[in-house]
T-cell receptor, first 115, second 113 residues
């Protein structure tokens, strides 16, 4: 257990529905990342927060996706009007800004299945 | 455009053998190269990492070899054990900014007893 938790662990939804995932990072970590991992692939970067500010978004993050990190604590990732292509594992990671490279600690992920 | 290429896709090794996974990158701005290990149903976990000013780093049975001029790096697992069976991802990162990780596609390692 890395200390990063994600909820729910699994989500099955029908095409066109909205879904929301939650990530609770390690408490003292000010950096939070969302990645998406499809079967047989490595995780792909979606977006990055430093404290409450969303500082970078991947072109993979279409306008149906939105992420927030109110008060720089937990984060939510919402997908509106889900499509079958959204089926994937959504991973959250956190790290603490400091000198040098900061290890990103990953949560267990939320597996989304869109029917 | 795949920025980090990883091979092989899958690897089967006998217990006690050496597992070798290779990665190549294109972006010379990358300056930190971690390896992550992922078990089924879990998120990736950092295994070992290296900076390009070092040609080799060893931690226990795990060694990273780095060739800056060739833009290649590899993971060697000595005395492979069945418990090492997992998917391994190489990654690359640029310090400063978001420091997002760019991952390879992964190598599924199976260590037979």
């Amino acid at each position: 257990d890395t200390g990063v938790s994600q909820d729910p662990r699994h989500k099955i939804t029908k095409r066109g529905q909205n879904v929301t995932f939650r990530c609770d990072p390690i408490s003292e970590h000010n950096r939070l990342y969302w990645y998406r991992q499809t079967l047989g692939q490595g995780p792909e970067f979606l977006t990055y927060f430093q404290n409450e500010a969303q500082l970078e978004k991947s072109r993979l993050l279409s306008d149906r996706f939105s992420a927030e990190r109110p008060k720089g604590s937990f984060s939510t990732l919402e997908i509106q009007r889900t499509e079958q292509g959204d089926s994937a594992m959504y991973l959250c990671a956190s790290s603490s800004r400091g000198s040098g490279a900061d290890t990103q600690y990953f949560g267990p992920g939320t597996r989304l299945t869109v029917l | 455009q795949q920025q980090v290429k990883q091979s092989p896709q899958s690897l089967i090794v006998q217990k006690g053998g050496i597992s070798i996974i290779n990665c190549a990158y294109e972006n010379t701005a990358f300056d930190y190269f971690p390896w992550y290990q992922q078990f089924p149903g879990k998120g990736p976990a950092l295994l070992i990492a290296i900076r390009p000013d070092v040609s080799e780093k060893k931690e226990g049975r795990f060694t990273i070899s780095f060739n800056k001029s060739a833009k290649q790096f590899s993971l060697h697992i000595m005395d492979s054990q069945p418990g090492d069976s997992a998917t391994y991802f190489c990654a690359a990162q640029t310090q400063g900014g978001s420091e997002k990780l760019v991952f390879g596609k992964g190598t599924k390692l199976t260590v037979n007893p």
